[in-house]
């Protein structure tokens, strides 16, 4: 059974930090581009960044750039997303998805991705 499972939400107050896991099982995702995606009460699922699995590559959306940082552990298969200046309209369900055939302008776009966790609430107080 495929699984991606996401780890690391929680509550923190806006200014924190919290770090996000996902942990990849049931297959290899050694040629998967990996992502994190986020949807808040009400609101469609928006891309958050996303990483090409093989050279490292990066994509963020433009309301989080400078502030989360994407990486990732081959040998653990897992990606991580480190959030800084976290803002109480940051606070959403965070979800890791994985994809298979992902390349250019698709990295943004949660259609062409195979995979999703279960995902992990946010919670950013003011």
């Known amino acids: 059974q495929v699984q991606l499972v996401e780890s690391g939400g929680g509550l923190v107050q806006a200014g924190g930090s919290l770090r996000l896991s996902c942990a990849a099982s049931?297959?290899?995702?050694?040629?998967?581009?990996r992502a994190w995606f986020r949807q808040a009460p009400g609101k469609e699922r928006e891309f958050v960044a996303a990483i090409n699995w093989s050279h490292g590559s990066v994509y963020y959306a433009d309301s989080i750039e400078g502030r989360f940082t994407i990486s990732r552990d081959n040998a653990k298969n897992t990606v991580y997303l480190q959030m800084n200046s976290l803002k109480p309209e940051d606070t959403a369900v965070y979800y890791c998805?994985?994809?298979?055939?992902?390349?250019?302008?698709?990295?943004?776009?949660?259609?062409?991705?195979?995979?999703w966790g279960q995902g992990t609430q946010v919670t950013v107080s003011s």
């Open positions: 049931g297959r290899t995702f050694t040629n998967y581009e």
């Open positions: 998805a994985a994809g298979s055939q992902v390349s250019g302008l698709d990295y943004y776009r949660a259609p062409y991705y195979n995979y």
